[in-house]
C-alpha cells in the first residue's frame, strides 16, 4: 500500500521533474543556436565588407588574404569561398577547392539572387555544418569588369563549424540533467523519510495487528503512536479487538461443542458407508459365486440336481430335465423325495438321502453301492424312466456344506450307463469269443516283443511247457520252445523286427519230434515301428511224414519197375550160367566162374528183394521175435569187423522183454543199417552203447554212439529218401529202416547232440499190430 | 510127354526155358505175344502146362489168365513176374484162384522151375 502511494509519488515528482528538465534546455538550445546565427551573419557581413574593396581593386590576393585572416582569426570558420556566376570557385580557404564547380546545396537558388542559409552535411567529411551561400550582385561599380548584364555575379559561400556550439549545448544538457536527478533525489529522500515515518509505519502495525486478528490473534493491543487520524483508527480499532475477542470466545465454545457433535457424526457415517460398501461387494461376490455355481449345474452333462438341507430341491439342471422330462420349474422347491418319483415311480428315499442318514434297505436295493469319504456311488436299474425298457444308471452324491461345516444340502449326479454297460458286455463277450477262439487254434500261437519275451500266447502254445497261457507271459520265447538249453537263433524273428514283413520258416523240434512251419507276422505301433510279432508253429508233422510217405510210395514204384527190368536180364544170366552148367565142362575154372555168376546173379535177386520190401511189396514173415536175442546175432555177425574199426559194442540188455511181432529179417536189417551209421560217425573208432529197455507196451532199443553228432538241419531231413551226408551213400538206409519200423506199428527217432554222439531209439509195440497188412 | 507153352515177351528168357524143358525131355510150345499164347491156348488141346510172364506188352499174363477162365481152360499154370511189387497183382491172381505157390520170382532158379513143373503136372496126374 505504503509502497504503491511512493510510487505514484514519485512517478509524478519524476515527470515534473522531467518536463522542467525538457522545457529548460529546448529554451536554452534556442538561445544558443540564435547566437551563433547571428554570430555568422555578422561573420558573413565582415567578410562581405572585407571583400568588397579589394574586388573593386580587383586586388584577387588581397581576397585570399582575408579570407586566410579571418579563417585563422575567427574560431568557428570552416571555409570561406567565393563563387563566380556560373558556381566555380574562385577563392576558398580551402586551396583544394579552387576551380572546382561548388557542389553546395541551393547553390541555383543563391544565384539567382536568393539568400540561403541553414544546417547542411559536409559533403566529404559529413561534419554539420552552417552554411551561408550569400549572392553578390552587380552594382555599378563593378560593371567596369563584370559588366551591367548580370544581376549577380557570384556567391560568397562561408560555413561554419558549429564544433563550439555543439560543445557549448552537450554541457548544459548535462549540468541541467545532473540538477534535476539530484534535486529529484534529495526530495524523493525527504519525502520517503517523511511519509514512512508518520503513515506507513502505524498503518504497518494496524495491519498486521488486523491480521493477528484475522488469524484469531485477540491477545493484543497496537501500540498507539500519536493523536493523529491514524492513531484514534489505532485505538477504535484496539477497542475492536476487545470486543471481538469475547465475541470469539463464545463463539468458539459453541462451535467446538458443534463440532464435536460432527465429528462423532461423521465417524459413525463413516463407519456406515464402508460397511455398506463392504456388505455391497459380499453380496455381489456371493451372487456371482450363485450364479456361475447355478450356471455350472445347469450346463453339467450328466443329469444333476440339488437340495437343501430340509430335502428340497434347489437345483435341477438341464440335463436332469431331459433325463426325468421333469422341467426344472415343476420341481424346484418340491420336497418329500418328489426328486426319486421318475427314477423309482414312487416317492422313496435315493442315493442323495444316504448323505442325509444311512438306510441298509436302500443300500442293499443298489446293484452296486460304495461310500469313499463323504461321498457315495451306486449303480442301480430303473424301469420307469424309460418306457418299456430297463435303465442302467451310475450315481454319485455327495453332501454340501456351509461355513461353518454345517450339513446344508446335497447333489447328485445321474448318468445313464445302460449303453456303455452293453457296450463293455460285448466287448467283454467279444474279448472272451476271441480268447476262445485263440485258444481254441491247435497252432502255437504266440506274440512277443522285440526282447522275444512272451507278451500272448494261446493254450496250444502254452501246453509246449505243460502251463496256462497267463503263467507264460514274460518268458523267453526260445527258452519256451527249443528249451533253455539250447542255444537258438531265430532269422526270421530278427526279420520281422528289422523288415516288418512277414516271415515264414520251418523248424523242427527234437524233444517233442515235431516239424513246424513258423510265421512270423509283425505288429506295428501307431508310429510304423514293429513293437511285436505273431509267431503262429503250426504243426506240419503229419504232412511232413505223408511227404515222407508220398516219396517212399514213389520210391516202391520206382524199385518195382526197376526189379522188374533187371530181374530179366539177371534171369537171363542165371539161366544161361545154369544151362551151361548142365553141359559137360571139364575146365574147373569155367565150373567156379558160372557158379559164380549164378551166386552173385542170386545176391542181387536178393538185394532187390530187399528194396521190394522195404517198398512194402516183399512178403512178410511175421513171427514172435526176442529182441535182444535178434540184436545179438546181428552184433556176433558184425562184432569182429568193427573191432577192426576200432569201434566196440557194448550191450545193456533189459531182462524178460516180453516179445514183438513182425518180421525179424527187416528188423534185424534196421539193426545193421543204424549200427553202419553209427560207425560210421566214428571215423576214429569209439563205442556204440546197445540198451533194450521196455514199458507197458512198447520195446525201446538205444543204439548210442560217441560219433560227431548231427545238426539239426541235417537231423530234419535224415528220412528223407536219397538224402545222405556220406560220400558213397545211397540214401536209402534210414528211409528203408523208418518204412519198416513204421510198418511195424513201431517209431524211430534221433536225438543227437554236436560233437557228443547221436542215438537212435526204436520202439516197437509188444502187442502184435501194424504189419499184417503190408 | 508133357507139352508146355511158355509165354514171355522176352525172347532170351524163351529161348533158356524151352532149352531147359526140352533138355529136361518136355514138349515145349513157345511165344512172346500174348495173343498168339491165347489162340494156342484155344488151339491146342494137348497142352499139360503153361508157363506165363506176369509184365508184357499189351497182353498181360493176367489177361491170358482171364481169358482161361473164361473160355474154362483149366491147366496148371506157373506165373513168372520179374516184380512181385503190385499187390493188385496179386490180388488179381488170388481171385482167379492162384497164390503165392504158383508164382516164381525172377530171376529163377532153374532146378526149382523143374521142381514146380513137377509138382504140378504130377498133381494134376
Known sequence: MSVRIMLIVFLILFVVFTAMTIMTTVRQTELIWKRNLEEADIISDLILNGIRYPMLTGDQDVIQRQFDNYAQNKKGIDAISLLDHRGVVMRSTDRSLINQMSLADNLDLALKGSEIQGFVKKKRTGKQIFSRLVPIRNEQKCYACHGSERNILGVLRITLDLERAFVELRDLRIRSLLLAIVSFLAIVVLLNIFLFRTVIVPIRKLAEGMNEVAHGNLNQQILCAGSDEIGSLTRIFNKMIVDISTLIEKEKALTAAEQERKEKLASVNADLVLEIKERRKAEERLNTAYRQFSDIIEFLPDATFVIDRDRKVIAWNKAMEECTGILKRDIIGKGDYAYSVPFYGIARPMLIDLIFQSDVETETGYSFFERKGDRLYAESLSTTLKEGSTVILWAIASPLYDNNGALAGAIESVRDVTQLKQNEEKILHAAKEWRITFDSINDLISIIDRDMGIVRCNNAFAALSSQKPEDMIGRNWFDVVYGPTQKVDSEIIKAVFLSGRTQFEEIFLQEINKFYEVTASPIFDSAGTVTASVLILKDITSRKELQKKERLAQLGKLVADMAHEVNNPLMIISGRAQLSLMEDIDNPEIKSNLGIIMDECQRAKDIIQRLLKFSRRGKNEITAIDVNKSLDSIISIIEHQFSLSSVEIRKHFGEGLPPVYGDERQLQEVYMNLLSNARDAMPTGGTIDVTTTCTTNMVKITLKDSGMGMSAEVMSRIFEPFYTTKEKGTGLGLSVCYGIIKNHGGELNFVSEIGKGTAAIIQLPITRGGTENG | ?125
Open chain 2, 1 to 125: 510127354m508133357a507139352k508146355i507153352l511158355i509165354v514171355d515177351d522176352e525172347v532170351e528168357i524163351v529161348r533158356i526155358l524151352e532149352k531147359f524143358l526140352t533138355k529136361m525131355s518136355y514138349e515145349v510150345v513157345s511165344t512172346s505175344d500174348g495173343e498168339k499164347a491165347i489162340s494156342l491156348l484155344g488151339e491146342d488141346k494137348s497142352l499139360n502146362m503153361a508157363i506165363l510172364d506176369m509184365k508184357m506188352p499189351r497182353i498181360k499174363g493176367i489177361d491170358i489168365l482171364k481169358t482161361m477162365a473164361e473160355r474154362n481152360i483149366t491147366l496148371p499154370v506157373i506165373v513168372l513176374t520179374g516184380s512181385f511189387d503190385e499187390e493188385k497183382y496179386l490180388a488179381d491172381l488170388q481171385k482167379l484162384g492162384y497164390g503165392h505157390d504158383d508164382i516164381l520170382l525172377k530171376p529163377i532158379d532153374l532146378n526149382e522151375l523143374l521142381t514146380m513143373v513137377k509138382e504140378k503136372l504130377g498133381k494134376k496126374t
